[in-house]
């Protein structure tokens, strides 16, 4: 088995969105108001020592090795695909209690017009046919990328990675 998640390294994204375009193509979402997307763009501006700096973000599920959106669902309608380690869902006993989404640190699990729970599946079904996830394939600059977390070799510098590095600033800023 492998473990993949989904990776963004800070460096190379310009927020240009062809990975939340690619998401919502994928998945057949249209975004309606009141609802995210899967996968959010943002632009951040720090200050930090009298310095300012700018980090751009394409955020979507984290896939978290020990997700905490699984343990607080009552419904368990989260769990780790057991050939992808890519948290997946199915809402089918999903009662709209939003526990997902107050356990999960960076708030990602949102809710349809049904009330139901949906988030970033990591595009497992793509995933399990040897394809890339539509956000990592469509990104132009190699920003996103699907990382075996149990490769030999680092597949992304750690001063890069936003799973690394940034998850502080990332949780202080969601």
């Given at each position: 088995m492998k473990?993949?998640?989904?990776?963004?390294d800070l460096s190379k994204c310009v927020a240009c969105g062809?990975?939340?375009?690619?998401?919502m193509d994928q998945n057949d979402y249209e975004v309606r108001e009141g609802q995210r997307p899967y996968r959010n763009i943002f632009d951040m501006e720090l200050e930090k020592n009298n310095r300012v700096s700018y980090h751009?973000?394409?955020l979507a599920c984290m896939h978290c090795e020990d997700a905490p959106c699984i343990t607080?669902?009552?419904?368990?309608?989260?769990r780790k695909d057991p050939e992808t380690n890519?948290?997946?869902?199915?809402?089918?006993?999903?009662i709209g209690c939003h526990?997902?989404?107050?356990?999960?640190?960076?708030?990602?699990?949102?809710?349809g017009e049904n009330g139901k729970m949906i988030k970033c599946d990591g595009c497992y079904v793509r995933v399990h046919q040897g394809m890339l996830p539509a956000c990592v394939k469509a990104c132009p600059f190699g920003a996103l990328k699907l990382v075996?977390?149990?490769?030999?070799?680092?597949q992304i510098?750690?001063?890069?990675s936003l799973r690394m590095t940034s998850m502080q600033m990332l949780k202080a800023q969601v």
């Amino acid at each position: 088995m492998k473990k993949y998640a989904i990776d963004l390294d800070l460096s190379k994204c310009v927020a240009c969105g062809a990975c939340a375009v690619a998401c919502m193509d994928q998945n057949d979402y249209e975004v309606r108001e009141g609802q995210r997307p899967y996968r959010n763009i943002f632009d951040m501006e720090l200050e930090k020592n009298n310095r300012v700096s700018y980090h751009r973000l394409s955020l979507a599920c984290m896939h978290c090795e020990d997700a905490p959106c699984i343990t607080g669902c009552p419904s368990a309608c989260l769990r780790k695909d057991p050939e992808t380690n890519l948290t997946v869902y199915d809402t089918t006993n999903c009662i709209g209690c939003h526990s997902c989404a107050m356990a999960c640190p960076y708030g990602i699990p949102s809710f349809g017009e049904n009330g139901k729970m949906i988030k970033c599946d990591g595009c497992y079904v793509r995933v399990h046919q040897g394809m890339l996830p539509a956000c990592v394939k469509a990104c132009p600059f190699g920003a996103l990328k699907l990382v075996d977390l149990e490769a030999p070799e680092e597949q992304i510098p750690k001063e890069h990675s936003l799973r690394m590095t940034s998850m502080q600033m990332l949780k202080a800023q969601v």
